[in-house]
């Protein structure tokens, strides 16, 4: 009887010892992940980057902003973040799509990184709201990005409006 009962517990914790845990893997954001990030929430958030209403417009991907970026990789603009969803494409196919959705009575903005430096000291980051149209409007955003440590911060913005 106690034979069994050892060959029982051997198969049980065996069994247990074998079972394969999932374990979520942490990759680390990069600086320039970091700073896109802290960018992107100055510029929309609080409606720093003025024409960022267009940005909402219904469109085909209906909760998306649509985003692009002229100095970056496009796999490194992030897909959403908080509550925003982008849709991240290059500019000539978000105008390509802009144009097919002609149903619209207002046609939507796209989001663009247009600038991103490093300096000494810092980031400076140049963001827009652009228009497919000729004279469509929008706006842009300049923010000086401060790293300290392992903690940015904005230490200056300016934005206008383009029309």
Do not use: W
Request: charge should be neutral; hydrophobic fraction near 35%.
């Amino acid at each position: 009887m106690r034979h069994i009962k050892f060959g029982l517990y051997l198969i049980f914790f065996t069994l247990i010892s074998c079972h394969e845990s999932k374990q979520k893997l942490y990759y680390p954001k990069s600086d320039t992940a970091k700073v896109l990030e802290l960018a992107i929430r100055t510029a929309l958030y609080h409606h720093n980057l003025p024409g960022s209403d267009p940005l909402k417009y219904p469109y085909h991907f209906h909760d998306s902003i649509l985003f692009t970026s002229e100095v970056l990789p496009l796999s490194l603009l992030p897909t959403n973040l908080d509550s925003l969803n982008f849709k991240v494409l290059s500019e000539s196919e978000i105008c390509s799509m802009i144009y097919a959705d002609s149903n619209l009575p207002h046609l939507p903005n796209y989001l663009m990184v247009s600038g991103f430096d490093k300096n000494d000291t810092g980031y400076v980051v140049h963001i827009g709201s652009f228009s497919c149209q000729p004279m469509g409007g929008g706006g842009a955003i300049g923010i000086y990005i401060l790293k300290a440590n392992d903690s940015f911060f904005v230490t200056h913005k300016g934005a206008s409006s383009i029309n």
